[in-house]
């Protein structure tokens, strides 16, 4: 997959992810199970978050461009576990139809305002679905079923990551770094960091091969590994690792302020 997941499989993706998550707090045998890859939360916690951010982010689409979120008051989440798969597919359906109803342009309120990332509804849609697709695996792995991302999710999971969730104008505050990801499945990607921010880019395969030297350090898995190690579900111990470290430590104790 050479470009990015067009809108409608976007959409799908999102649904089946659900559908996915749905299956494994089925298969639970309470909503107390305690969720070992969000370690403060049971699987009642999990549902809940999930299910009022497809909520909140159908309210943000909906109300089109703005400088700030709509106010929304807090829902009512059902505990009794049918109920609660119930909502959860209710508030789904919700972010769902707010994304087709908007199409794939329209702008909004995102918070990654000064990323790589458009402010558009596509843009939350790429960004939703990692969040459902994650997050099923944070409700295998508490059920004792964890599968990885369907491929075409985690390669696209990559690509949306470190540009939604890693370029910033924010000054980065260690020495100058560049550091690459490879996937296992062909695909590569490189980050600049520098006091002027971050700035990631897709590498063509043949410049990753050559210029390899070029990073200070790499790290290279499979698509779904490089994403849970992007999300912290993995340490990067999990990852096959080229040059120095540290800046990946230093990468994941980041917190830059706009």
Known sequence: MEKPLEFVDLLRLM???????????????SLDVRVPTCPEWTLFDLVQHLGEGRLRWAAIVAAGPADAPPARTAPVVPREREALLAWFAASTRELLDALREAGPDRGCWTWWGSSQSPQTTEAVARHQLQQVAVHTYDAQVAVGAPQPL?????????????????????????KPAVVDY????????????????????????????EDSEAAYV?????ANELVMFCYGRISMDSLQLDGDRRVFDQLIAWEPEE
């Open 15 to 29: 649904d089946e992810r659900a559908t996915a998550f749905r299956a494994a707090v089925a298969a639970a045998p």
């Open 150 to 174: 369907p491929t075409e999710v985690a390669l696209d999971g990559i690509d949306e990551f470190v540009t939604t969730c890693v370029a910033t104008t924010a000054g980065w505050p260690h």
């Open 182 to 209: 490879h996937a296992t499945e062909g695909r590569s990607w490189r980050l600049w960091f520098s006091a002027d921010g971050a700035r990631a880019a897709r590498l063509p395969t043949s410049a990753a091969a």
């Open 218 to 222: 790499s790290a290279r898995g499979t």
